[in-house]
């Protein structure tokens, strides 16, 4: 039923085209002026910082004098590359890729080109989003600032709106997939991934994840001989740039699913397998159930190829399973016990054990993020209120 009230929302919102800007093919150094409120500084955080960072930050502003830029980039000076297929649009509306790169140029990769028009897909990739830019600074607002613009360009089938990325792109469009289901409903996850419920990528608010649960589809796309990047200049997220909104060094600390390890071979090569399917396998407990994996024989470190993308984007464009997941029961799972935890909180508080409590609060915060809120963030202004 959300997920309905969510579709039916978007497809309100959408404006009449009376001409499209493009007659299609590739668009180089487009400039999309416009700035979301939901990709403002703000909105990150409730979306994608568990509620006790965001706590911390907004305590440290206070007493710097400081502000939270809202908007940490200037449309205008960005630039992206746009490929939307030939011909007239489809009768429900173009789907929508929006792609987070590793590199620092805006391209569009050519063997996905076929495919796109096949699929009635419109792609989008901004320029100097790669692995060097800072994930919240910078890659999450242009990915956002472009799905926002071309929304408002072209005529779009809300239900195929999708975020994707290769290697350390992937795990941002993770998180963005995570933090935004009412905008992405499908997320392209090649040979990168990151595990959910955690500190590298905490959970958002309920409303949404219980959305994500039941309305995202995730499509892992992995080689088999795939051992990670082998340069570091290359396509990984070896030397990936934490946020840097203020105040320095929290995001360092809570939102390093970034890493800093260089994946090759031999016992790299294991470790690099087994982080990955520790990534798909956080997500059952958790009740997403919306999941499907391609692997591609024989293929390395690399994007994926025309027939794997092709497979990739049938997939997302599949229902998801909803309520019918057997989602309720395993949320009053993960209820049940994060309502325990906090209770246990709450006792160690009144039992005057303040440090044991914030002990198991920030554990909770790292583990339930969003979920636990607004509890866990009550429980801890009281404790920093009486000590």
């Given amino acids: 039923m959300i997920a309905f009230l969510f579709s039916a929302l978007l497809a309100a919102q959408t404006p009449a085209f009376a001409s499209l ?82 590199w620092e140029d805006a391209r569009v990769p050519q063997q ?25 600074d910078r890659r ?17 089938d809300p239900a195929r709106i999708y975020v994707g990325g290769f290697s350390g792109g992937s795990r941002v469009a993770l998180h963005l997939a995570l933090g935004y289901p009412d905008i992405f409903r499908g997320a392209l996850l090649d040979a990168g991934d990151d595990t959910i419920g955690g500190a590298q990528l905490p959970l958002p608010p309920a409303d949404l994840f219980h959305l994500f649960q039941q309305s995202t589809r995730l499509v892992y796309l992995s080689g088999t001989n795939d051992h990670g990047p082998v340069d570091r200049n290359d396509a ?19 939102r390093q699913g970034a890493g800093v390890t260089l994946y090759m ?21 958790w009740c997403v159930v919306n999941v499907d994996s391609i692997v591609m024989n024989g293929v390395g470190h690399e994007i994926a190829d025309a027939r794997s993308f092709d497979r990739a984007l049938d997939v997302l464009s599949q229902a998801a399973q909803g309520e019918d997941g057997g989602i309720a029961a395993c949320r009053q799972r993960i209820q049940q016990a994060m309502h325990a935890q906090l209770q246990d909180a709450r006792s160690l508080l009144d039992q005057n054990k303040p440090d044991e409590a914030r002990k198991l609060l920030q554990q909770i915060d790292t583990q339930y993020g969003g ?3 607004p509890q866990s963030v009550e429980l801890m202004q009281k404790i920093d209120a009486a000590h």
């Avoid at 990955?276 to 956080?282: F, Q």
């Fill in 21 to 102: 800007p493009h007659p299609g093919g590739v668009q180089q150094d487009v400039v999309l002026t416009d700035y979301p409120s939901f990709a403002r500084a703000d909105e990150l955080l409730r979306r994608t910082v568990s509620p006790l960072n965001v706590l911390q930050i907004r305590r440290q502003l206070l007493q710097s004098g400081e502000s939270l830029k809202e908007e940490s980039i200037e449309p205008k000076q960005e630039r992206f590359v746009l490929y939307v297929p030939p011909g007239p649009p489809p009768p429900s509306g173009y789907a929508l890729l929006v792609f987070v790169p590793p």
């Fill in 140 to 156: 999450e607002p242009l990915a956002l600032i472009a799905e926002y613009n071309i929304a408002r360009r072209y005529p779009l």
């Fill in 236 to 254: 990984g997220l070896e030397n990936e740039a934490r946020p840097s909104a203020p105040p320095p060094g929290l995001f360092e600390a809570e």
């Fill in 112 to 136: 996905w080109i076929p495919v796109l028009d096949r699929q009635h897909t419109i792609y989008v990739s901004a320029a100097n989003s790669g692995n060097q830019a800072s994930v919240f």
């Fill in 265 to 285: 071979s031999g016992t790299d090569a294991s470790l690099h397998r087994d982080r990955t399917r520790a990534g798909r396998d956080s997500l059952q407990p």
């Fill in 371 to 373: 979920l636990a809120a």
